[in-house]
């Protein structure tokens, strides 16, 4: 069981808004209960952050 949106927000120092947005354009995935868990890392879209700037550094 991870946490609630609310507690990720204050977690991470964002908005729940924020939160909420992440999780609905599917940057950020809910356990099966729907909490977030802080610890795992999103690595789908960590994969697509790491692509997009080593683009725009003219790595790729």
Request: glycine letters at 8%; proline letters at 8%; hydrophobic letters at 40%.
């Amino acid at each position: 069981m991870g946490l609630s949106i609310r507690a990720y927000a204050a977690h991470r120092g964002v908005s729940h808004t924020s939160v909420r947005k992440a999780k609905a354009s599917g940057r950020l995935s809910p356990e099966p209960d729907g909490t977030i868990d802080p610890v795992k890392p999103n690595l789908p879209v960590l994969r697509s952050e790491w692509t997009k700037t080593v683009a725009l550094m003219g790595l790729l």
